[in-house]
């Protein structure tokens, strides 16, 4: 992820919002793209100053909301065939048991599994296409993928931004001598548990050494005869 924010910190604003609206969008049609990864990044990228909060999360907002009803007419109009196609092009993201679980989800949740899909990466991936497949109603498809790409995109956005603008101001108000002491407790610390460990270490092999060293002059000891011994027992 460290690679993706550096390689999006290399384009202008404008490039990653359309890039973040696109691998969202993309992904939400039922093809397994890297959406959350590019969301994150930028978020944290927007904590840095390079691009702004709002734009990305209005981006990623469109991109699911738009994506999600692009895949909810694909699926409808591929129906099952269609999922079964996708399953033997992306085996390991949408295969017969990735397919089971999502179905089971709309099951027992119904058009609030396309809400709560959106936080969940096999579901972000199924529920436009898997809601067309089983013919859920549009216009309850809708209010639920709307409510959820605004919720994930916003709410996902603007915790990192905040998250990543408190730890550079953090990071920034550390002093040099802060920064020091850190350093010397970090390594006095480590002193003191490598001691401990090598006095541990020392204090069950002494006994062990002992022990053997004790059996081995009873068995060996050279002032003693053991017929002698034996025919004074």
Not at 143 to 164: R, S
């Amino acid at each position: 992820m460290i690679d993706v924010q550096h390689w999006l910190s290399a384009l202008p604003p404008g490039v990653v919002y359309l890039l973040v609206a696109g691998v969202i969008g993309v992904e939400s049609m039922g093809v397994p793209l890297p959406g959350e990864i590019v969301l994150v990044s930028s978020a944290l990228l927007a904590a840095t100053g390079v691009v702004e909060p709002e734009w990305v999360a209005s981006a990623a907002a469109f991109g699911a909301i738009v994506g999600d009803s692009v895949g909810y007419a694909v699926g409808r109009r591929g129906g099952r065939p269609l999922l079964a196609r996708l399953g033997r092009r992306f085996p390991k993201h949408l295969g017969p048991a990735q397919l089971a679980r999502a179905e089971q989800s709309f099951a027992r949740h119904g058009v609030w599994a396309v809400f709560f899909g959106r936080f969940v990466a096999l579901l972000r991936i199924l529920a436009g296409p898997l809601a067309g497949a089983l013919h859920v109603p549009y216009r309850r498809f809708l209010l639920a993928n709307a409510a959820g790409g605004l919720v994930w995109a916003f709410g996902t956005t603007y915790l990192l931004y905040t998250v990543g603008r408190a730890a550079e101001h953090w990071l920034k108000d550390i002093s040099w001598a802060g920064l020091v002491l850190a350093v010397l407790a970090g390594l006095a610390s480590t002193w003191w548990l490598r001691r401990r460990a090598h006095r541990v270490e020392a204090a069950e092999v002494a006994p062990g050494m002992e022990a053997a060293s004790g059996g081995q002059s009873a068995a060996v000891a050279p002032d003693v005869d053991p017929v002698r011994a034996g025919n004074e027992h």
